[in-house]
């Protein structure tokens, strides 16, 4: 599990404020991203073994926003791989076994080996690729509003997760109903 800032403002409307640009809010704002500075956390989770992925749009990337959602991705005896953002800190109170890699710059480690048989099974970076993902699915829009971006990335999600596209599946999706003789 692991969250991302995305940069999404307020495309498509007009902006009253001239000493604050929505670019400057956006690009400029140091530290993790809130709704309020146009940069909303998404968070995401991405199942070991099936490979499906969950993505949510959060407020903020505090405890109280992201356990719920960790806790409804994940089933009560789940290993949760994270990075070491304290707002996961209380994972293993709720009955999630929790490990963490560090990516503190000067102390980075990006994959550990817990068991000692020399898999490096602890890490985030299955996520982190899915950003790199998501943010090229986003790039042709040439910006996001904040208020849509959950939508966006149901998209993603739901074409992440789907692995097969079986003619049924398809008539389905373009509405077609019945097969023409």
Request: with cysteine; aromatic share 8%; glycine share 10%.
């Amino acid at each position: 599990m692991d969250e991302m800032y995305q940069n999404a403002g307020e495309k498509g409307r007009k902006h009253e404020d001239p000493d604050d640009p929505p670019r400057r809010r956006g690009n400029k704002t140091r530290g993790h991203g809130t709704w309020e500075t146009d940069r909303p956390p998404v968070f995401g989770a991405v199942g070991r073994e099936t490979g499906h992925i969950r993505l949510d749009v959060t407020p903020n990337s505090r405890r109280i926003d992201l356990e719920p959602a960790v806790l409804a991705t994940t089933q009560a005896d789940a290993t949760v791989n994270t990075d070491e953002w304290g707002a996961y800190n209380h994972l293993s109170e709720q009955g999630r076994h929790h490990v963490r890699v560090c990516h503190t710059p000067g102390k980075r480690v990006w994959a550990t080996d817990l068991d000692g048989d020399g898999v490096n099974e602890v890490h985030t970076n299955t996520m982190e690729g899915i950003w790199t993902g998501l943010r090229n699915f986003l790039r042709p829009f040439r910006g996001v509003n904040k208020l849509y971006l959950k939508q966006y990335c149901r998209v993603f999600q739901w074409t992440h997760n789907i692995k097969t596209a079986t003619t049924t599946f398809l008539r389905l999706l373009l509405g077609i109903t019945q097969l023409s003789t």
